[in-house]
């Protein structure tokens, strides 16, 4: 099937940020008067797999991607100490910061809408508003509903995966076989994956994503395992929406969980959809977020000037 092109113009560079180089492209108007600044998880993907996202600068909007440092294009650091939440935190604003963005909206997905949250609550004058994708605030609770969703599996599937636990070897051709079950109902559910979904699981950044992660999407051993800000949700002041799918590896519990301590945060869940609802759905889903940043948009210029 022939996929749409994808928006022009795009301005791909690269920023220093920490004394490495980081990559970005911006898609759409490079002046336009909002920007959606897009954040991708893993931890250790790359920003390809958010491309359905620039379909947004067709509703005006300059949409800005990165690879977070160690990953994809930026520079492949291997020094464990900047694999923080912090320091992915504080490279989000120092990208905001280098390009120039102002106040953005910003949009996280997966670990990357962990991002996106702390950021809004760390820096509030700093967003606009927040999106969210399969995104969290407790992987323990994440964990929890993983964990459900490989009880739903066949037999012969969990059985293996049982089996590469308890041997530690997650990277036999069978076990490999059983994730991609997992993979295929709870990542992304589309019978081909699309090219840049494949490249950004191809091109994770080992170092990352083993060290903060853990093997597999549903072995998080790594150390992110203990993560959970849900108590501080209620800072929030940005206009929020917490979106995931009816099959998402992050459950749509996780997402409820959200959407319930976020301030009047709207809460969108999409019956066919996985871990990339904005593949998977993609036309509902961006006119989904498209209608919510207008009226995040107009919302604010409603507002008194401070
Ligand atoms: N690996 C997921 C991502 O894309 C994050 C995640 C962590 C998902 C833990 C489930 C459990 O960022």
Redesign the pocket.
């Known amino acids: 099937m022939a996929r749409e092109p994808w928006p022009e113009p795009t301005v791909e560079g690269s920023a220093a940020i920490a004394g490495h180089s980081m990559y970005y492209r911006i898609c759409g108007d490079p002046n336009a008067p909002a920007t959606v600044l897009c954040i991708h998880?893993?931890?250790g993907?790359t920003h390809d797999y958010l491309r359905p996202l620039a379909d947004l600068a067709r509703s005006g909007y300059r949409v800005v991607f990165f690879d977070q440092l160690g990953c994809g294009r930026s520079t492949r650091i291997t020094d464990t100490a900047l694999f923080t939440v912090e320091h992915h935190l504080s490279e989000v604003d120092a990208l905001r910061r280098s390009l120039d963005l102002g106040r953005v909206h910003l949009f996280g997905?997966?670990?990357?809408g962990a991002l996106a949250l702390r950021y809004a609550i760390d820096h509030p004058a700093a967003v606009r508003s927040v999106v969210t994708a399969?995104g969290?605030a407790s992987?323990p609770l994440?964990?929890a509903e993983?964990r459900k969703w490989i009880d739903e599996l066949p037999a012969s599937v969990r059985a293996t995966l049982r089996r590469g636990e308890e041997e530690g070897d997650f990277d036999s051709p069978e076990y490999r076989a059983a994730m991609m079950e997992f993979y295929r109902r709870h990542v992304c559910r589309l019978p081909v994956w699309p090219e840049e979904v494949q490249y950004s699981f191809d091109q994770m950044s080992e170092p990352v994503y083993r060290y903060m992660?853990g093997p597999n999407?549903?072995t998080?051993v790594g150390t992110?395992r203990d993560l959970d800000f849900s108590d501080r949700l209620r800072e929030i002041r940005a206009p929020t929406l917490v979106t995931g799918g009816r099959y998402d590896?992050?459950s749509p519990t996780v997402a409820r969980a959200i959407a319930a301590r976020v301030p009047n945060a709207e809460l969108a869940i999409f019956n066919a959809s996985s871990?990339m609802p904005f593949w998977e759905e993609r036309a509902l889903y961006l006119a989904r977020v498209t209608e919510f940043l207008r009226r995040a948009d107009a919302a604010r210029s409603l507002r008194p000037p401070l």
């Open positions: 998880g893993g931890p993907a997905s997966s670990y990357g399969g969290l992987i994440t964990v993983e992660n999407e549903f998080i992110i590896e992050v871990h």
